[in-house]
């Protein structure tokens, strides 16, 4: 059995957040997204951007995270930048 269909989604996850943080230079805080897409894996990795005081302050970043299927890093971006403190809206599901 090949290696991508025998990583549990955490050891995706880990790859995922160790090869972003040796290529961007960023230390995920928090996983808020995992999916798998076409050929692969999305993540959604928060990271602090510009750490103030008090930290509900500082500065956040969501970046996209693709991997292949054996849970590589193919490519990121930035999607979102946020305060800390601030909540998104409510969506509604009707």
Do not use: C, H
């Not at 790859?15 to 995992?34: W, Y």
């Not at 928060?46 to 590589?72: K, Q």
């Amino acid at each position: 059995m090949s290696e991508a269909k025998t990583l549990s989604a955490v050891a995706r996850v880990t790859k995922a957040r160790d090869q972003f943080r040796d290529l961007s230079g960023a230390e995920p805080v928090s996983v808020s997204s995992l999916k798998q897409v076409d050929g692969g894996w999305e993540l959604d990795l928060d990271v602090v951007e510009v750490p103030r005081i008090p930290d509900t302050t500082s500065l956040m970043a969501t970046y996209r995270v693709v991997t292949d299927d054996a849970g590589d890093v193919s490519g990121y971006e930035r999607v979102r930048r946020f305060s800390r403190n601030q909540a998104d809206a409510p969506t509604r599901s009707d």
